[in-house]
C-alpha cells in the first residue's frame, strides 16, 4: 500500500490544528494500532484506545463533512478512508 504524502498538501502555517492534519494524524494511529491487534489481539486496553481514536477521527470527519463537502471529499479519497454508512 502506497501513502501519498499528504503533509505536503496542507499550507505550513495550517498544519497541526486543521482539521485535516488531525484526521491524518488519527489515520496513522489507527493504522499503527490495526497493525499492533493483528499481533496481540488480546491487548483490550489498545482495542479501547483504537475505538477512541475512531470515534474522534468520525466525529471530525461529520464536521468537515457539514462544514465543507469539497474538503471532506478529497480527504476521504487522500487517505483511502470508506465514508460512514448513513442512517
Known amino acids: 500500500m502506497v501513502r501519498k504524502s499528504f503533509t505536503s ?3 505550513q502555517e495550517e498544519k497541526k490544528g486543521s482539521v485535516e492534519f488531525q484526521v491524518f494524524s ?3 494511529k489507527i493504522r499503527r494500532l490495526t497493525s499492533h491487534l493483528e499481533l496481540h489481539k488480546k491487548d483490550y486496553l489498545s482495542q479501547r484506545g483504537l475505538r477512541r481514536i475512531l470515534g474522534k477521527r ?3 470527519l461529520a464536521y468537515l463533512s457539514k462544514k465543507n463537502r469539497v474538503r471532506y471529499k478529497e ?3 487522500q487517505l483511502d478512508i470508506r465514508e460512514p454508512k448513513t442512517r
Do not use: A, G, H, W
Open 9 to 11: 498538501v496542507i499550507p
Open 75 to 77: 480527504l476521504i479519497s
Open 26 to 28: 488519527f489515520t496513522n
Open 58 to 60: 468520525q466525529r471530525l
